[in-house]
Structures are given as structure tokens and as C-alpha cells.
């Protein structure tokens, strides 16, 4: 079953853009979208540790060459004016082949990166399952319930419910006492019940 929370990449780079953003804008913040492509292109300058590599030369094969890289000669760019425009484009096909084995590489780096966090994430993860007949509790969400009758008092689950059918993905077709079919809900939604 797909469970929209879990999908967490672009929550996971709005909050980088955030506090880049944060740390560009003026005191008033009201210049935030003047300064979003200076905080972009601090993101794509950062050497990320989970492909080892920086946006930008995944996507263009090369290291960037700052302004200030300009002003002051390196090894980089006295190499590449002392070339032939041919020898130069030459030398920027090397590059370009080589690009999808970089990308392959930053590839193999992320998900090696991933089932490390995944195998410590699991480490802690304690599984709910439930059988067909078991009963629970539903926790109430926050969109069924008013903020009219929540309060500090107000019960936070709901039940006791019936499970009817469990899925292999993790959810649960619940009936209540009444026979009113519930479901299909996470299991991280549930929890059992104790008469």
C-alpha cells in the first residue's frame, strides 16, 4: 500500500533550501525570492556525502569554476587556455563521456548510503502486526477531528475495532461493532486493544 509520509525527498530539500535562505536573506526577509538563486546555487556547489560528489558535476561533468577561480590563476584554468580550441573540445568530450560513469558511481554511493541509514533505522523499529480477529484502537487524526472537540482531555483513540483482512504492505480492513467497515489503514495507525 503507497503511504504518502514516507516519501520525504522534497520535504527533505525544502528544508535545505530553507535555511540557506535563511542565511542569504536581509533582515527584513521580504527579499527571500531575489536571493533564491544564490541559496540554489550554494546547494548545487556543496559537495553532498551521499553521492560524494556536487549536484553540479553530476550534471555537467565538471567542477565549477567560481568567479574568484578567475581572478586569481589555478593549475585548472592555465591548463585550458593554454590549449588549442580543438585540444579543448576535445578535452570537454572526454569529459562529457565520462559523465555517466560519474553519475553511476554517485549512484552506487547513494544507495549504499541509503541501506546504511535504512539497517540503523531499522534497528529500532519495533513492527506492529495484527491478526485477522484481533482487536484494536485507531488513532484519530487530526483531519476527522474538529479543533472544535479536541482538547486536552479528548480521548485519542478510537475503537475497540475488528480486524477483518490484513494486507501484505502493512494495512488493515477494520469493522467496528456494527459491522461498518473501516480501512484499508496503515498499522502504524493502530495499536492493539486490551479489554
Given at each position: 500500500?503507497?503511504?504518502?509520509?514516507?516519501?520525504?525527498?522534497?520535504?527533505?530539500?525544502?528544508?535545505?533550501?530553507?535555511?540557506?535562505?535563511?542565511?542569504v536573506?536581509?533582515k527584513s526577509?521580504?527579499?527571500?525570492?531575489?536571493?533564491?538563486?544564490?541559496?540554489?546555487?550554494?546547494?548545487?556547489?556543496?559537495?553532498?556525502?551521499?553521492?560524494?560528489?556536487t549536484?553540479?558535476?553530476?550534471?555537467?561533468?565538471?567542477?565549477?569554476?567560481?568567479?574568484?577561480?578567475?581572478?586569481k590563476?589555478?593549475?585548472?584554468?592555465?591548463?585550458r587556455?593554454?590549449?588549442?580550441?580543438?585540444?579543448?573540445?576535445?578535452?570537454?568530450?572526454?569529459?562529457?563521456?565520462?559523465?555517466?560513469?560519474?553519475?553511476?558511481?554517485?549512484?552506487?554511493?547513494?544507495?549504499?548510503?541509503?541501506a546504511?541509514l535504512s539497517?540503523?533505522?531499522?534497528?529500532?523499529?519495533?513492527?506492529?502486526?495484527?491478526?485477522?480477529?484481533?482487536?484494536?484502537?485507531?488513532?484519530?487524526r487530526?483531519?476527522?477531528?474538529?479543533?472544535?472537540?479536541?482538547?486536552?482531555?479528548?480521548?485519542?483513540?478510537?475503537?475497540?475495532?475488528?480486524?477483518?483482512?490484513?494486507?501484505?504492505?502493512?494495512?488493515?480492513?477494520?469493522?467496528?461493532?456494527?459491522?461498518?467497515?473501516?480501512?484499508?489503514?496503515?498499522?502504524?495507525?493502530?495499536?492493539?486493544?486490551?479489554?
Amino acid at each position: 500500500m503507497y503511504y504518502a509520509a514516507a516519501n520525504r525527498l522534497a520535504e527533505a530539500f525544502n528544508k535545505i533550501l530553507c535555511n540557506l535562505l535563511k542565511k542569504v536573506v536581509s533582515k527584513s526577509k521580504n527579499d527571500w525570492h531575489d536571493r533564491m538563486e544564490e541559496a540554489l546555487w550554494a546547494y548545487r556547489m556543496t559537495h553532498c556525502m551521499p553521492t560524494q560528489a556536487t549536484p553540479y558535476s553530476l550534471i555537467h561533468g565538471v567542477e565549477e569554476i567560481l568567479p574568484l577561480k578567475r581572478q586569481k590563476p589555478s593549475l585548472r584554468l592555465a591548463v585550458r587556455e593554454g590549449l588549442t580550441e580543438e585540444e579543448n573540445s576535445c578535452l570537454r568530450l572526454e569529459e562529457l563521456e565520462s559523465l555517466d560513469e560519474k553519475r553511476q558511481e554517485a549512484q552506487q554511493s547513494l544507495e549504499c548510503y541509503q541501506a546504511r541509514l535504512s539497517r540503523a533505522f531499522n534497528k529500532k523499529v519495533r513492527l506492529r502486526s495484527f491478526q485477522v480477529g484481533d482487536q484494536v484502537l485507531v488513532v484519530r487524526r487530526p483531519i476527522i477531528t474538529s479543533r472544535k472537540l479536541r482538547g486536552k482531555f479528548t480521548l485519542k483513540w478510537d475503537g475497540p475495532y475488528i480486524v477483518q483482512e490484513s494486507y501484505s504492505s502493512g494495512g488493515y480492513k477494520l469493522v467496528d461493532a456494527d459491522d461498518m467497515r473501516i480501512g484499508p489503514i496503515h498499522g502504524k495507525f493502530l495499536k492493539r486493544y486490551y479489554p
